[in-house]
């Protein structure tokens, strides 16, 4: 079936570490997403990539990396400069060409700073 | 310019009752509305979605209402489930966004039995 893979589901990280969060889609697809969601806050976007190799940072990119190095993987590393990084992190991934512009999400990783 | 606001940010409906859920944008050049539905501890899915050529879409129990000249869509739940308690996001992108959503704040629905 296609479909985006988040993995890990749940991560610990502790204060000082940084830890990277897996995103692989396997619909063709040539955009992807990260974004932050906190209770209440909505979806707040990190980074996002239009093309391998390419990448813009989105609404609160500072903390964050990440890299576009095959279509199908766009991974997410939580440095330890994010402050406040205890999260539910959900990756997205669309086609850009066209008329449908509907974003197809993965399952969310729940990061926890213990 | 680029923002979608979402009201209300919670709604509380009865079983067999119509859930509405309100948004407004500036950009004119936005010309792809979706909507997502988000249960708990997963990711959101889309529901539905609408383009400005067209002033109502329905899907099953589901409609989105555009209005182009006051810039502004809402999603129509009818007859709606307990099964339907989840968080709604609507979203707008277009040309000039490409491939980007903006999306608004989630609206956080519960039907009671």
């Known amino acids: 079936d296609g479909g985006i893979t988040q993995s890990p589901k749940y991560l610990f990280r502790k204060e000082g570490q940084n830890v990277t969060l897996s995103c692989e889609q396997n619909l063709n697809h040539d955009a992807m997403y990260w974004y932050r969601q906190d209770p209440g806050q909505g979806l707040r976007l990190i980074y996002y990539?239009?093309?391998?190799?390419?990448?813009q940072k989105g609404d609160i990119a500072e903390g964050y990396s990440v890299s576009r190095e095959k279509k199908e993987s766009f991974p997410l590393t939580v440095t330890s400069a994010q402050k406040n990084p205890t999260a539910f992190y959900l990756c997205?991934?669309?086609?850009?060409?066209?008329?449908?512009?509907?974003?197809?999400f993965g399952s969310g990783t729940r990061l926890t700073v213990v | 310019q680029q923002q979608v606001k979402q009201s209300p940010q919670s709604l509380i409906v009865q079983k067999g009752g119509i859930s509405i859920i309100n948004c407004a944008y500036e950009n004119t050049a936005f010309d792809y509305f979706p909507w997502y539905q988000q249960f708990p501890g997963k990711g959101p899915a889309l529901l539905i979605a609408?383009?400005?050529?067209?002033s109502e879409k329905k899907e099953g129990r589901f409609t989105i209402s555009f209005n182009k000249s006051a810039k502004q869509f809402s999603l129509h739940i009818m007859d709606s489930q307990p099964g339907d308690s989840a968080t709604y996001f609507c979203?707008?992108?277009?040309?000039?966004?490409?491939?980007?959503?903006?999306f608004g704040e989630g609206t956080q629905l519960t039907v009671n039995p």
């Open positions: 997205a991934s669309s086609i850009i060409n066209g008329n449908n512009y509907g974003y197809t």
């Open positions: 979203a707008a992108s277009g040309e000039t966004s490409g491939s980007r959503l903006t």
């Open positions: 609408i383009r400005p050529d067209v």
């Open positions: 990539s239009q093309i391998v190799n390419d990448f």
